[in-house]
């Protein structure tokens, strides 16, 4: 594994292997079609469960890491403080930018869903309250939590280990944090060895098989609502955060999107934030350059419950419901509506489709139920891939930003002061 140099031609460098290879994958898809998905799928989820595999690991020695490393009280408190106020103002923002966009294009109104062939939900564990949401971050049984990669309760487990550990005499404390520093930065090469052998062929793949299976088509039925969804995403991506970086951050916008380009594209190509993690945090580290000590507690964290992208696309997908069934709904719903998403974002999981399944605790919020608007999910699941694809992106992006804001307001020197080579 070696870095790429900063003079490397284009095509030598990572995330355009990757770009190159999703091209390759939609032109394989629509050429080979079904047969062509079937065939080279598994070399998809093998990359998919590669990238799994080092989560729970990569995590938990990071946020000790990290924790032990900033220590018990006010250290702590602080970057606690900052990382969730920056969290809950970005994806307070994508609700609102998702709210506009619904209320200004109205992709809902005399839309004629009955026509779109509806899809099976995939189940994923939904949260029924913000009680039990909080309930369910402590966990019971660690290991059981850390095998079911219950991620709120890992994190959870991981900083209170990581505060008790820092408290601890000089002589344990070291002996353990040896120990956790040395995992993670194995977690970090295996990381970086994946990427660089798997991820191209890993992506093709993916991208095959979707295009292969689906067809184009699910890229193009139910259009005014995945127009009106991408706009508000796109939005979000390139106005709201960028301004954020700037103004509260002082950062170059421009210099952070291209130090970020790999996780960009591998949020991308695998839908899935969790899955994306241990590209994220090599790339704040070594390309944007934020500290171990704030990235290793900003990112983690971030993934699990920082995701702007869903949260717009909760607002938005519920008022689009809403407009269909022909239901208005005033200001003060509207207000729960955005309340519940944020929560709803927050008790996403961090994978595929997830977004679209929580979004039923919106929906009950509002008292929007019944199996006609259960039709209306399934034909949004129809198109729900590519948005999904996106939205992720969005997520990942407001995390890097997230780390990059907090690190500067902590005094860090050298935050995207340049593009650095991508490292493969
Ligand atoms: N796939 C998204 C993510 O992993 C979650 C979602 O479905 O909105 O960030």
């Known amino acids: 594994m070696s870095a790429t140099r900063a003079g490397a031609k284009w095509h030598q460098q990572l995330h355009w292997r990757i770009a190159i290879a999703m091209a390759l994958g939609v032109i394989s898809g629509v050429v080979g079609g079904e047969a062509l998905g079937e065939t080279v799928g598994w070399i998809g989820t093998l990359f998919i469960k590669l990238l799994k595999m080092i989560i729970v690991p990569l995590v938990v020695t990071s946020i000790v890491c990290g924790v032990a490393s900033v220590g018990a009280g006010a250290g702590l408190g602080r970057l606690f403080g900052k990382t969730l106020g920056y969290y809950f103002l970005t994806s307070a923002c994508a609700c609102i930018v998702g709210l506009l966009m619904v209320n200004l294009i ?103 098989k979707l295009v292969g299976s689906t067809g184009l088509e699910s890229f193009r039925s139910l259009g005014l609502y995945a127009l009106m969804l991408t706009a508000g995403l796109t939005i979000h991506l390139f106005l709201t955060l960028p301004l954020i970086l700037r103004l509260i951050g002082g950062i170059n916008p421009v210099t952070h999107f291209r130090n970020m380009l790999q996780p960009i594209v591998m949020a991308f190509s695998t839908s899935s934030s969790g899955a994306t993690l241990p590209v994220t945090l090599r790339a704040v580290k070594k ?18 419950v920082n995701m702007d992208g869903t949260a717009l696309y909760e607002c938005a997908g519920v008022m689009f419901i809403a407009q269909v069934m022909g239901v208005e709904l005033g200001f003060e719903q509207q207000l729960l509506v955005v309340f519940t998403a944020l929560l709803a974002s927050i008790g996403a999981a961090a994978v595929p489709s997830a977004g679209l399944v929580v979004i039923f605790i919106v929906l009950e919020a509002i008292n929007l139920t019944g199996p006609q608007v259960e039709l209306i999910v399934g034909a949004m699941l129809a198109v729900d891939r590519p948005l999904d694809m996106y939205r992720t992106v969005v997520n990942v992006f407001s995390d890097s930003c997230g780390a990059a804001i907090v690190a500067k307001s902590e005094g860090e020197q050298g935050i995207d002061e340049a593009v650095r080579p991508t490292i493969s």
């Open 106 to 208: 109205k992709p809902g109104v005399d839309a004629n869903l009955v026509a779109v062939e509806t899809e099976e939900m995939p189940e994923l564990e939904v949260v029924d309250s913000p009680v039990d949401l909080i309930l369910d971050i402590v966990p019971e049984n660690v290991v059981d939590s850390a095998a079911n990669t219950d991620m709120l309760a890992i994190i959870f487990f991981s900083i209170v280990f990581g505060v008790s550990l820092s408290t601890l005499g000089s002589e344990h404390r070291n002996r353990l944090m040896g120990v956790f520093e040395g995992g993670f930065e194995a977690m970090m090469r295996l990381t970086g060895g994946i990427i660089h052998f798997v991820a191209p062929v890993g992506v093709f793949a993916l991208i095959a």
């Open 287 to 304: 390309q944007v350059g934020v500290s171990d000590r704030v990235s290793s507690f900003v990112l983690p964290m971030g993934a699990t």
